[in-house]
């Protein structure tokens, strides 16, 4: 079978998608990718051997009226060049990770009358596959949503690399190990308050802080001397610091709270205040409701900052999230994906 799989922009949106296309390939389907000629799926696609076409779409939601107009004539367009590549490549399934790549995609799928599948990453379902969903065979869920799902909605998870190392060990007189990340992007908030909120701790504790591209200046010198930290820009393999830590300090995107609970560490979450739908906060939410971490948000204090955290050493929560059971099998998910598209109709 042949895969038209649809992901541009973030690593929230691309790096599930990949993982899925891996499996299809492990299974000897043929994968081809459409995203954007700007996005991150143009470093990560071709590393994989997999063919990148590209489509001149462009976000539209919390532009001005001048961008949004120029989005409509884009979208017209790579309708146009998706039902060409739909067609040229003979594509079987169409497969979209949300975002606004997704969304001339998608269209030019329901066209040409091939299946369409969406993934939603996130616990609210995301503009372009809010359109797309009354055309879609199904929609694969990485959390439940906090809407109520509709029949052709399947709750997967979100596919993520395959781990066998999960529980961490507290054996020894090691420090407490504490993994902070803002995501792909870093977060200004985190790289300027989680250090002081560490600092009155006040015992040793070794850190990694991933602090976003161009954005390391001045942070490591906000931390103690008590403190051991390793200040990176962006990792390579993030997993494999989830693996290394007790608990994480993080934003709350869908893959990374995925990865982290999978490997059962839980996490104080910090929502992103300004993410579109407020999806940030309903994922925190979604995780604090399976007990496997604390939501921090923005609009508190920097003083009840350091209070979630010191709850979470003093009451060792974080020897709790590591016996905590994750609702949802993440690792699976692009198995289970692949063989409900291939289930007979």
Known sequence: MKFLVSAAGTGGHVFPAM???????SENHEVIWLGTKTGIENSVVPKNNIEL????????????LLIKIKSLFG????????IYFILKYK????????????????LAAWICRKPLFLHEQNTVIGTSNKILQRFARNIFLGFPLNSINKKNMILVGNPIEKFTKREPSFEGLRPLRIYVTGGSQGSEYLNLNIPEAINSLNRPIEVRHQVGLGKSKGVKELYSDQISVEIVEFYDSPQDSVIWSDFLISRAGAL?????????RGALIIPLPSAIDNHQLLNALNISQQKMGLVHQ???S???????LQMIVEKNLYKEWAITDCDIDHFQASRTMLSSILKPK
């Open 19 to 25: 993982k899925f296309c891996q499996e299809c390939i």
């Open 53 to 64: 076409l590209t489509i001149p779409m462009s976000g539209f939601r919390g532009k001005s």
């Open 75 to 82: 979208l017209l367009a790579s309708i146009l060049k998706s």
């Open 91 to 106: 594509v079987n399934f169409v497969i979209c990770f949300g975002g606004y790549v997704s969304l001339p995609v998608g």
């Open 256 to 264: 990374s709270l995925s990865e982290a609970v999978s490997l059962k």
């Open 298 to 300: 923005e609009s508190e």
């Open 302 to 308: 920097v003083e009840l900052l350091a209070q979630k």
